[in-house]
Each structure stands twice: as C-alpha cells, then as structure tokens.
C-alpha cells in the first residue's frame, strides 16, 4: 500500500516565478492538507481540499492556491514567489468519513527553495 | 484560536534512559485531540501517539506514553528505553473534534539520543 507521495523532492526557483507542487494521497484517502513548514518551525496549514473543493484555508495570502482532481490527488500553486516561501511543504491525506478521521498521513515533503 | 506551545527546543537522553518532552496548549475547546509526530532527518512525519481529550486515560504505545492533563492544558510524552533510533523533531499536535479539521504544531524538540 502507497503511503502519500509528493513530487518533486526538490526544488529551486527566483523570486516572482511561479511553482506547482503535486500530492498523491494514502490509497482510499479523499482529503488533502498542505502545510508549510519553515526552517526550525513547525507546520502551518495552508488549506484542505475535499470533493475538489477548498474546504479550509490558514492564513495564507492568495498567492497560494490548490487543486483537487478527481482521483483525489491534489496540486499546490505559489505564484509570485518571495525569498519567505522557502519551505518543506508537506502534504496530509487523511479519510474523514472514516473510523480513523482524525489522524493525517503525511507526505515525505518537497524542500522549496526560492533565491 | 489553538495555541500550541513546546518549550524545549532541544533536548539530549543516554541511551536506554527515560526522556519526558512537554507540550501545552490553549483552547476553548471541550473535545479535541493531540497528537505527538517524529520527524527524523527524512523529513517524514510519523505519528508516534494520539490521545482524546474525552478519555481520561492517557494513551501509549510501546516505549512511548502520554501524561495528559486536562485541566492544566498539558500533554507530555515520555519515551522510555532510549534509543538511537529516536533521535529526531518531535512535534506536539492539536486538532479540534471536527471531522476533516487541520493541526496546529508546536515549534518542536529536537530529540538527541547518545550512545
């Protein structure tokens, strides 16, 4: 059984481009958390995606959004990056209409780097 | 809004000893859940522990147990028989009884177990 797989691993970009990272989901998983977690820091949440909708955000500007497609796998958008968007970003699928609804399957993360 | 706060950034343990990392938190919230992840060098979080706040008893799992203290907001995880293995960040988590909620985390602890 695959467990929640994010891609890419790594990943460099200069400020003001733009980057898409991808999660798939723990095998018969439907939502997908994104979490940003800086150096020395814990993770924040950015949003949940459920049904294909933004179903919860953090307090994370516009310049973050997201996907969910049908196969519930799910992307995360950052436009207009700033040198502050350097991050692991880590992806969490989790079943809530399941027993277990309230643990989160993390994703090994993707090391952004913005220069 | 949930507060989570670990106030130990680092801490060091001897192999085969005892090692208590503390956690507390805030909110308003009568039922909830906490959880406490690892986080070793690979960046994957694993979840070490959860316990519901509706149950008085505190959960364990193996080596590793709970103290939760309700009432003081206090949730601490005790890791017995040490070993190198463990070395990693170990992050305290909150989530409110909510089915497809997110977590809030501590800072973390940075766990070092010397042989």
């Known amino acids: 059984d695959a467990g929640v797989t994010q891609s890419p691993t790594h990943l460099i970009k200069t400020r003001g481009q733009q980057v898409t990272l991808r999660c798939s989901p723990k095998s018969g998983h439907d939502t997908v958390s994104w979490y940003q977690q800086a150096l020395g820091q814990g993770p924040q949440f950015i949003f949940q995606?459920?049904?294909?909708?933004?179903?919860q955000r953090g307090n994370f500007p516009d310049r973050f959004s997201g996907h969910q497609f049908p196969n519930y796998s799910s992307e995360l958008n950052v436009n207009a990056l700033l040198l502050g968007d350097s991050a692991l970003y880590l992806c969490?699928?989790?079943?809530?209409?399941?027993?277990?609804?309230?643990?989160?399957?993390f994703g090994p993360g993707t090391r952004l780097t913005v220069l | 809004a949930q507060t989570v706060t670990q106030s130990q950034p680092e801490m060091s343990v001897q192999e085969a000893e005892t090692v208590t990392l503390s956690c507390t938190y805030d909110?308003?919230?009568?039922?909830?859940?906490l959880f406490w992840y690892k986080q070793p060098p690979s960046r994957q979080m694993i979840l070490v522990i959860r316990?519901?706040?509706?149950?008085?008893q505190n959960a364990t799992e193996n080596r590793f147990s709970v103290n939760f203290q309700k009432a003081a907001k206090s949730f601490s995880l005790k890791i017995s028989d040490s070993q190198l293995g463990d070395t990693a960040m170990y992050f305290c988590a909150f989530m409110k009884h909510v089915r497809g909620n997110d977590m809030r985390f501590g800072a973390g602890t940075r766990l070092t177990v010397k042989p």
């Open positions: 995606y459920y049904e294909e909708e933004e179903r």
């Open positions: 316990q519901e706040a509706y149950k008085q």
């Open positions: 909110t308003s919230e009568s039922n909830y859940y």
């Open positions: 969490a699928s989790s079943f809530p209409s399941g027993p277990s609804y309230n643990e989160q399957f």
